[in-house]
């Protein structure tokens, strides 16, 4: 059995906090405003999950009301939620992202960005497609405001 996922997070840039997408420390002025990391990617990755087995969302499973979620390491996130997924008894298929940034330029970034996350979901790397994208200086991403990520995963369910 095939089910399909799909996911969105967008955060606002703010100045005093890291850059931090898809796992990766990236060189910029400012970062993502959130209550954990703020990594968009990944944030994106974990909800296309949730969603392929009707699992709720991000949200639900860690709220922003709770403190042990503040400046969590969104790693640690996507890996208990892939844990949820094979307890379920499926794997993923694959997953195609978008991070969607006026700047910096993510294009240097997305090697690493496919190691860290190949590796907790235990995917190999043709499994992941990682596209960056920028607004054309349209809207609040464009205009150098916020950066934002959608990911569609499939998975499949293991044969017994």
């Given at each position: 059995?095939?089910?399909?996922?799909?996911?969105?997070?967008?955060?606002?840039?703010?100045?005093?906090?890291?850059?931090?997408?898809?796992?990766?420390?990236?060189?910029?002025?400012?970062?993502?405003?959130?209550?954990?990391?703020?990594?968009?990617?990944?944030?994106?990755?974990?909800?296309?999950?949730?969603?392929?087995?009707?699992?709720?969302?991000?949200g639900?499973?860690?709220?922003?009301?709770?403190?042990?979620?503040?400046?969590?390491?969104?790693?640690?996130?996507?890996?208990?939620?892939?844990?949820?997924?094979?307890?379920?008894?499926?794997?993923?298929?694959?997953?195609?992202?978008?991070?969607?940034?006026?700047?910096?330029?993510?294009?240097?970034?997305?090697?690493?960005?496919?190691?860290?996350?190949?590796k907790?979901?235990?995917?190999?790397?043709?499994?992941?497609?990682?596209?960056?994208?920028?607004?054309?200086?349209?809207?609040?991403?464009?205009?150098?405001?916020?950066?934002?990520?959608?990911?569609?995963?499939?998975?499949?369910?293991?044969?017994?």
């Amino acid at each position: 059995m095939f089910r399909i996922g799909n996911g969105y997070d967008i955060h606002k840039l703010t100045e005093g906090r890291d850059l931090i997408i898809g796992g990766v420390k990236i060189t910029h002025e400012k970062g993502l405003l959130g209550h954990s990391d703020a990594d968009v990617l990944i944030h994106a990755i974990i909800d296309s999950l949730l969603g392929a087995l009707a699992l709720n969302d991000i949200g639900t499973l860690f709220p922003d009301t709770d403190a042990k979620y503040k400046n969590a390491d969104s790693t640690v996130l996507l890996k208990h939620v892939y844990d949820l997924i094979k307890g379920k008894g499926y794997v993923v298929g694959n997953i195609d992202c978008n991070i969607i940034a006026q700047q910096p330029k993510m294009m240097p970034y997305i090697p690493k960005m496919k190691e860290i996350l190949c590796k907790i979901l235990e995917i190999d790397y043709n499994q992941l497609s990682i596209k960056a994208k920028t607004k054309e200086k349209m809207d609040a991403v464009g205009q150098g405001l916020a950066i934002e990520s959608n990911a569609c995963t499939l998975i499949i369910k293991k044969s017994l």
